[in-house]
């Protein structure tokens, strides 16, 4: 049997780092959303009892440090399930090391098609301990919907929000180490961020002007701070048409919102026209 499923990307609206944990991850408040563009991994059963993977990308691992491939083990070691024979393409769409997390949804979508897949029955809870074990934003892709996740990123609550937000996605050819940006922030002066619930009824009730000020991402201070160059992407999408602009994640893709469908069709050309066909600039919606 051949199933071939869906991977949103990611982006943060909102990302302040409240505190250190005496497990070495930062406590997190982040206002998390799915992304119309993601990957696409094709599932095929064969009789070899391995798992192995392909990528259309040749710089991604295809071994055992490969997020799908901890997925695949950590259901046959946690439910002592004799390994069966899996290959597991991944046509991969979303910049690696660009904050949008890409390895993450490619991990826990593989925990869904294999609960199906495998008549495991497993609740969403339960998926999102296991995606918890190799990830800590792992278990939003679970449900995949706008969340405000807490923690280190594992504990999700769900939140509503009533409008699809247009994003422009730039990624510079190049990622940016989240264990790096997390140290490099620890160097950085205390910020004061702007109440996450704020920014919740700024979207609710459509007044986009006001987005620019409560969107925040604690990572951007020292991320933006070594790649000069990624402030003059978020600038250039504002002068494009943007309405606000912020670093994705722990970076180094960074988005502009914009009004309208159309109007960030219009971005990205002026964007395209600026920079040329190489670097990655992508329209998307929020799920």
Known sequence: MTMKIFSPAKTNLYLRITGKRPDGFHELETLMVPLS???????????SGKTTLSCNQPDVPCDETNLVY??????ENALKIPARGLHIHIEKYTPMGGG????SS????????????WNLSLDDARLEQFAAEFGSDCSFFVKATPAICTGRGEKIEPVALARKLHLVMVNPGFGVSTKWAYEA???CPAQIAPPIGTLVD???????????KHIFNSLELPVLKKHLVLNILKEDLLKSGAIASMMSGSGATVFGIADTKESATQIALKMRESYGADLFIATCETL
Not at 37 to 47: C, K, R
Not at 106 to 117: C, F, M, P, Q, R
């Open 100 to 103: 949008m997390g890409g390895g």
């Open 202 to 212: 700024v979207i609710n009730s459509g007044n986009y002007d006001q987005l620019q």
């Open 70 to 75: 901890k997925a695949v083990k950590t259901l």
């Open 37 to 47: 563009l993601g990957d696409w991994l094709e599932i095929e059963e064969d009789s």
């Open 106 to 117: 490619n991990g826990a979508v593989t925990l869904k098609a294999l609960n199906g897949l």
């Open 185 to 187: 922030y620890a160097t």
